[in-house]
């Protein structure tokens, strides 16, 4: 992290390393309030780490658990928070229904192929309004693009901004096509514009370091994003590689038949395929080849190890 960067008393960020998102704790003199609690196959060290904060504050009891939007490696500890510390979780206002509902076809999980925990929501947070955490004002955007109801948290006095995925210092989350087809390049393209024009001085992005220089990640992502646009079909090679990663990522090893059956199975791949006019057994074995390549992945005897 930047040692440079002026960050509020009651403010910490755990950095986690892939599958989980970061952590954000802000606090008061009364509440402790969290953002996003990570992948599911990490929810010992996800306790661990709150167990860790809770220690070091006295008389603070935990409040709110918020999302930025509800992708498995940002909401898989949800369940474990909520029963396990009593927090009351807020996500974003259009997926309010559909978590109460658990439509698992307007969640996404089952059609990224990742497993998430059912959870239930105390409430939702809106575009355009201001949440009170730690102290703190926090305006509440709508950030379109890798997730369409994903929202950002911005501190005007701090110049902060808890962006997600849909910024980080390198690019962004996955452009993932929806069942049209689409990818919502024009989203994510006003997302970055609206980033822009909050000026923010400070970006806790959720995955990686929190970073400075924002301008020149504005750029990288501004630039990448017309790659991706120019060239859909690289687009949708880059997610079935970012798919196959998490998967073993998760997994860590599997049979060679196992990757390929999910492979099968997992919705956002066969329309990848489709897409791309390949068979979805084409599909797996040039993203098994790219990530061997990018020394991402291993094969020894039909087993798949994690690299
Ligand atoms: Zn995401």
Not at 134 to 156: S, T, V
């Amino acid at each position: 992290m930047a040692s440079n960067l002026r960050l509020p008393p009651n403010f910490h960020v755990i950095e986690r390393g892939w599958l989980s998102a970061n952590q954000i704790y802000i606090w008061s003199e009364s509440f402790l309030d969290v953002i996003d609690s990570g992948f599911c196959t990490h929810q010992a060290q996800t306790v661990e780490l709150l167990n860790l904060q809770m220690k070091t504050l006295t008389d603070v009891s935990p409040r709110f658990l918020i999302n930025t939007h509800l992708h498995s490696d940002h909401c898989g500890g949800n369940a474990f928070l909520i029963d396990g510390f009593g927090f009351k979780l807020l996500v974003p206002f259009a997926e309010f229904d559909a978590v109460q509902d658990w439509d698992e076809a307007q969640l996404g999980f089952t059609e990224l192929g990742q497993p998430c925990p059912v959870f239930s929501a105390f409430g939702s947070y809106h575009p355009d309004t201001v949440l009170t955490l730690g102290n703190l004002d926090w305006e509440i955007y709508q950030a379109p693009g890798h997730e369409h109801e994903a929202q950002l948290l911005f501190n005007p006095e701090y110049k902060i901004l808890i962006s997600g995925d849909a910024l980080w210092e390198k690019g962004f989350g996955a452009l993932f096509p929806n069942d049209q087809g689409f990818s919502n390049f024009e989203g994510a393209l006003s997302t970055l514009e609206l980033i822009a024009e909050l000026q923010p001085e400070i970006v806790v992005p959720g995955h990686g370091s929190i970073f400075g220089n924002v301008s020149n990640a504005i750029s990288f992502a501004q630039e990448r994003l017309s790659y991706l646009r120019d060239n859909p079909e690289r687009n949708l090679i880059h997610i079935a590689n970012v798919l196959f990663k998490f998967k073993i990522l998760e997994w860590q090893s599997c049979q060679n038949d196992v990757a390929l059956s999910w492979f099968q199975n997992t919705l956002m791949l066969q329309r990848i395929a489709k897409l791309l006019n390949v068979s979805i057994q084409e599909l797996y074995q040039q993203s098994m080849n790219s990530l061997i390549k990018a020394n991402a992945m291993r094969v020894n005897g039909g087993q798949l190890f994690n690299a």
